[in-house]
C-alpha cells in the first residue's frame, strides 16, 4: 500500500479551497452603471477637494466595484452567477471641508443600497429628499454629524425598510412630518 504524502495532501486541499471557495468571491461584478455612479460621486468631489485618499481603491481599471473600499455587495444570486449589485457603502468621515449636498446625487441610482453612511462629512445644504425617496431598498441611513439645513424631507419616513435612521447634529428645524409614525 502506497502511502500519500501528507505535505503534498494538505497542499492539495488548500489548492482546491482557493479555487472552489475564494476566487468566485473575488470574481463578483457589480452593474456597470453602479461602478459609472461611484466613479461620478468620486469625481465630483475630486472636482471640489484634491485627493481623497480613502477612495483610492475606486478607479475604471477595477475590475469591480465589489472590490473596492467602503462597498459591500450582495453575494451572487445563484452559485452560477458573478453578478452581484451594491447593497451598502460606508463614506463615513470622507472630507474635514465642507461639501455641498448635490454631491450625493450619483448615489441615487445605485438603487439596491440598504445601507449608507454618509456621517462625519460636512454636507452642506439641505437633503436631498427626490433623491433620497429613490432608494427604496434602504434599511440603514446615517446622515449625522453634517452640516445639512432646513426640514427633514417627509420622504425619508416613506423608506419602507428603513430601520435605523440618524439625523443628530445637523442644522434641521420644524417639526417633524406625520409620516414619522410609517417607519
Same mark, same amino acid.
Not at 452603471?33 to 480613502?54: G, R
Given at each position: ?6 505535505? !503534498? #495532501?494538505?497542499?492539495?486541499?488548500? @489548492? $482546491?479551497? %482557493?479555487?472552489?471557495? /475564494?476566487?468566485?468571491?473575488? +470574481? *463578483? ?8 455612479? !461611484? #466613479?461620478?460621486?468620486?469625481?465630483? @468631489? $475630486?472636482? %471640489?477637494?484634491?485627493? /481623497?485618499?480613502?477612495?483610492? +481603491? *475606486? ?121 414619522v409614525g410609517s417607519l
Amino acid at each position: 500500500m502506497v502511502m500519500a504524502n501528507p505535505s !503534498l #495532501l494538505l497542499k492539495s486541499i488548500f @489548492i $482546491l479551497f %482557493i479555487i472552489f471557495f /475564494l476566487l468566485p468571491y473575488r +470574481s *463578483w461584478s457589480c452593474p456597470e452603471y453602479q461602478k459609472q455612479a !461611484l #466613479l461620478h460621486f468620486k469625481s465630483s @468631489i $475630486l472636482a %471640489i477637494h484634491s485627493s /481623497l485618499q480613502t477612495l483610492d +481603491s *475606486w478607479n475604471s481599471s477595477s475590475s469591480s466595484c465589489c472590490l473596492w473600499d467602503n462597498v459591500t455587495c450582495s453575494p451572487p444570486s445563484n452559485s452560477n452567477s458573478t453578478s452581484s449589485v451594491v447593497i451598502a457603502l460606508h463614506l463615513s468621515n470622507l472630507l474635514a471641508q465642507f461639501m455641498p449636498s448635490n454631491l450625493l446625487a450619483p448615489l441615487f441610482f445605485i438603487r439596491s443600497l440598504r445601507v449608507l453612511d454618509i456621517s462625519k462629512n460636512s454636507i452642506t445644504d439641505q437633503i436631498p429628499a427626490l433623491g433620497f425617496g429613490n432608494l427604496s431598498n434602504l434599511v440603514h441611513l446615517d446622515l449625522s454629524s453634517n452640516n445639512f439645513n432646513g426640514s427633514i424631507p417627509p420622504q425619508l419616513f416613506q423608506l419602507r425598510h428603513l430601520q435605523y435612521l440618524d439625523l443628530a447634529s445637523n442644522k434641521l428645524h420644524g417639526g417633524l412630518s406625520p409620516k414619522v409614525g410609517s417607519l
